[in-house]
């Protein structure tokens, strides 16, 4: 088993107006393989700037990201090799979507690759066919819905095979259908091995989806460990605004009325939950 | 403009082979403008008018209404010609004002005529192209035939772009109405300026943004697409050839008249 963190930040500062203020602030972070990471925090916590971080798009002033152990690299070639491995989704699909279609949309990255155009014909058929974008593949990208401008976006970047995908926000601004929908893309992401990042502000989904939860606070990682001693922290919750998922609401309320017993296990969902409510 | 954007997306004719229906056109409106003949114009017109209300679909109403567009600002300029202010009376028409004929000949008249017709056959053409072809299609069109590289990236970029500030223009200045902010002549001014103030920083941001999402994706330099394949059909192309021989024939016989 390869241990080497497939991310690892260390000591992060950034500053977007000349260091007047840090979104970043001292950012020190190791992800694993294959982990599925929620990033959570208030807005302005510094999420989407650890993200382009990541990305190579933005350059800390002070600290050093690994990738895979290797210092990232700033140079044109190496940046190059970082973003082939290293993929972003943006919260907002109208800030990444640069064609009128979706077809040379999706065709962009791959090509930047350098592989052929056969191949990448190949490719971007198969991920318009597992993404479910046929039925839309041919109208022009300002003709889509937010749902689906999201799943082009998302297609943008599954085409390149990244190592690592981050979604900053992915159901923002989503209706209920599309954000199951993503939700799914998601959870065969992670089957296929793939590590994910993903900020969110759904507690709920958190807990049920992630291996870990990183908290920011002003730019630093306030805590980082399981959903389960993350959402247990009333502190650490308090201070970056969050609430207590309602299944482990509802778990402590049944325990302190002596409905469920406290030895339990804590519940990750409602079916859980609900199983033990049935064995009583 | 809009209208016809999202015309084009519904015609029938949408995946017909954009490089044919680009040579089509383009041979077609040189023919029309070198010839200038009226048999010709009007031949052009009905065979444009055919292929794209019979043939993609595109409702009569709305091609009728886009012809007219031309068709009042042509008769307007083309009066020039027609029309003669002299002493004495030409042989198609005179209308006496005190000593001076408000008058026009047969042959300016025929010119006349000549013109608008030839006038509209070659926007016919033009029409069919953008009626029947995204946008994508013909810049793809435009780089298999070697346009620069730079100019047809461009294209793309702010064909995409005219939408979205199109839309942020669209919400701002619904929120200003919701806001009374186009109460009267001076608030409306100044709305208007808000918004173009706010349409330019967005701009802005947006470009720096869509980069950065480019830069992201391995962006290095050179816009690298694919386009979906639609090749082309022999028929058509026969067809397309026949047409064209037609109107060269036509065109060489007009001149050596
Ligand atoms: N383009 C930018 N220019 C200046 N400041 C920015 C920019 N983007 C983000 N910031 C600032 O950086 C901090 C972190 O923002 P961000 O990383 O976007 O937070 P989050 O994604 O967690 O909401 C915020 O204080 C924000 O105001
Ligand atoms: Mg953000």
């Given at each position: 088993m390869n241990t080497t963190p497939i991310l690892k930040a260390e000591d992060l500062y950034f500053s977007y107006d000349n260091e007047?203020?840090?979104?970043?602030?001292?950012?020190?972070?190791?992800?694993?393989?294959?982990?599925?990471?929620?990033?959570?925090g208030a807005n302005g916590s510094g999420k989407s700037t650890f993200f382009l971080c990541c990305n190579g798009i933005h350059r800390p002033s002070r600290g050093t990201l690994y990738y895979c152990g290797e210092p990232y690299d700033y140079s044109r070639k190496g940046l190059l090799k970082l973003r082939s491995k290293v993929g972003i989704i943006f919260q907002d699909p109208d800030n990444q979507l640069f064609s009128a279609s979706v077809y040379q949309e999706i065709s962009f990255g791959i090509l930047n690759l350098g592989v052929s155009v056969e191949e990448a014909r190949q490719e971007v058929e198969q991920v318009i066919e597992k993404l479910e974008i046929t039925p839309f593949r041919h109208k022009p990208t300002h003709a889509l819905s937010g749902g689906q401008k999201k799943q082009v976006s998302i297609a943008d970047i599954l085409v390149m095979h990244p190592d690592i995908i981050i979604l900053d926000e992915p159901a923002a601004a989503l209706d209920p259908k599309h954000t199951v929908m993503v939700n799914k893309i998601v959870n065969q992401l992670t089957k296929d091995g793939i590590t994910v990042l993903m900020s969110t502000h759904d507690v709920n989904y958190a807990l049920e989806w992630a291996d870990e939860i990183v908290l920011l606070h002003k730019g630093q990682v306030l805590m980082h460990g399981s959903p389960l001693d993350v959402f247990t922290d009333k502190e650490a919750l308090a201070q970056t605004n969050l609430e207590q998922p309602a299944v482990l609401q509802l778990f402590e309320s049944l325990c302190k009325k002596g409905i469920l017993d406290s030895s339990l296990p804590l519940p990750r969902n409602l079916q859980t939950l609900e199983s033990y409510i049935e064995n009583m | 403009m809009i209208t016809i954007d999202?015309?084009?997306?519904?015609?029938?004719?949408?995946?017909?082979?954009?490089?044919?229906?680009?040579?089509?056109?383009?041979?077609?409106?040189?023919?029309?403008?070198?010839?200038?003949?009226?048999?010709?114009?009007?031949?052009?017109?009905?065979?444009?008018?055919?292929?794209?209300?019979?043939?993609?679909?595109?409702?009569?109403?709305?091609?009728?209404?886009?012809?007219?567009?031309?068709?009042?600002?042509?008769?307007?300029?083309?009066?020039?010609?027609?029309?003669?202010?002299?002493?004495?009376?030409?042989?198609?028409?005179?209308?006496?004002?005190?000593?001076?004929?408000?008058?026009?000949?047969?042959?300016?008249?025929?010119?006349?005529?000549?013109?608008?017709?030839?006038?509209?056959?070659?926007?016919?053409?033009?029409?069919?192209?953008?009626?029947?072809?995204?946008?994508?299609?013909?810049?793809?069109?435009?780089?298999?035939?070697?346009?620069?590289?730079?100019?047809?990236?461009?294209?793309?970029?702010?064909?995409?772009?005219?939408?979205?500030?199109?839309?942020?223009?669209?919400?701002?200045?619904?929120?200003?109405?919701?806001?009374?902010?186009?109460?009267?002549?001076?608030?409306?001014?100044?709305?208007?300026?808000?918004?173009?103030?706010?349409?330019?920083?967005?701009?802005?941001?947006?470009?720096?943004?869509?980069?950065?999402?480019?830069?992201?994706?391995?962006?290095?330099?050179?816009?690298?697409?694919?386009?979906?394949?639609?090749?082309?059909?022999?028929?058509?192309?026969?067809?397309?050839?026949?047409?064209?021989?037609?109107?060269?024939?036509?065109?060489?016989?007009?001149?050596?008249?």
């Open positions: 007047n203020s840090h979104s970043l602030n001292g950012f020190s972070l190791e992800i694993l393989r294959g982990k599925k990471v929620a990033f959570m | 999202m015309l084009c997306y519904y015609s029938r004719l949408r995946y017909a082979n954009a490089m044919e229906k680009f040579t089509y056109s383009v041979l077609t409106l040189l023919f029309c403008v070198v010839s200038r003949s009226l048999a010709m114009a009007l031949l052009v017109l009905a065979v444009n008018g055919i292929l794209t209300v019979r043939k993609g679909g595109i409702p009569f109403y709305r091609y009728w209404r886009y012809m007219m567009i031309p068709l009042a600002f042509l008769i307007i300029s083309t009066l020039a010609v027609i029309v003669n202010i002299s002493r004495t009376p030409l042989d198609a028409f005179a209308f006496q004002i005190g000593n001076y004929y408000l008058t026009g000949s047969y042959a300016s008249l025929y010119k006349g005529v000549q013109m608008i017709l030839t006038a509209l056959a070659s926007v016919s053409c033009l029409y069919f192209l953008s009626f029947n072809t995204p946008m994508t299609d013909i810049l793809s069109v435009l780089k298999k035939i070697h346009c620069p590289d730079l100019l047809v990236e461009l294209m793309l970029l702010i064909y995409r772009y005219i939408f979205l500030l199109l839309d942020i223009s669209f919400s701002i200045s619904t929120s200003q109405d919701s806001r009374l902010g186009n109460r009267n002549l001076k608030t409306s001014m100044k709305s208007f300026g808000a918004m173009a103030s706010v349409l330019l920083i967005r701009a802005m941001a947006k470009s720096g943004a869509l980069y950065d999402s480019m830069e992201a994706r391995c962006y290095d330099g050179r816009l690298k697409v694919l386009d979906e394949q639609h090749p082309p059909k022999s028929k058509e192309i026969f067809w397309i050839v026949i047409f064209e021989g037609l109107l060269l024939i036509f065109t060489i016989w007009s001149k050596l008249k």
